[in-house]
């Protein structure tokens, strides 16, 4: 994991949108890693959501998320965004960045794990979903 700043996040309503950002800090090239983000809601274990290679860009994402969330990256701002859209009160959760991910099925489920394991990459966001 590396150090990383620019984490934000929010309350939204039902069926809302909210972007989440994550930025390295200043040496650490983007570039070289795949990055993603996990989520963990209280007394639920942590779920990883989201990851984009470094690569070919390709994204993944847990079937909990997909078609409603999208990750992206801008190397060149070394940062990576989680557009959500579509929120559902199931959405809330402390959401954080990591990297070296990768996507896994479980179950027939698509899901993302990380190296490391659900350590966060710079501060973790409260993302609330409420009417």
């Known amino acids: 994991l590396r150090a990383a700043a620019g984490v934000w996040g929010g309350l939204v309503q039902p069926g809302g949108s909210l972007r989440l950002s994550c930025t390295t800090t200043?040496?650490?090239?983007?570039?070289?890693?795949?990055i993603g983000w996990f989520r963990q809601a209280p007394g639920k274990e942590p779920e990883g959501v989201s990851c984009?290679?470094?690569?070919?860009?390709?994204?993944d994402y847990a079937d909990s998320v997909k078609g409603r969330f999208t990750i992206s990256r801008d190397n060149a701002k070394n940062t990576a965004y989680l557009q959500m859209n579509s929120l559902k009160p199931e959405d809330t959760a402390v959401y954080y960045c990591?990297?070296?991910?990768?996507?896994?099925?479980?179950?027939?489920?698509?899901?993302?794990?990380?190296?490391?394991?659900?350590?966060?990459w710079g501060k973790g966001t409260q993302v609330t979903v409420s009417s």
């Open positions: 200043s040496g650490f090239s983007l570039d070289n890693y795949a």
């Open positions: 984009i290679s470094n690569t070919d860009d390709a994204t």
């Open positions: 990591a990297t070296d991910c990768i996507q896994y099925y479980s179950g027939g489920f698509s899901r993302i794990r990380f190296a490391y394991g659900m350590e966060s």
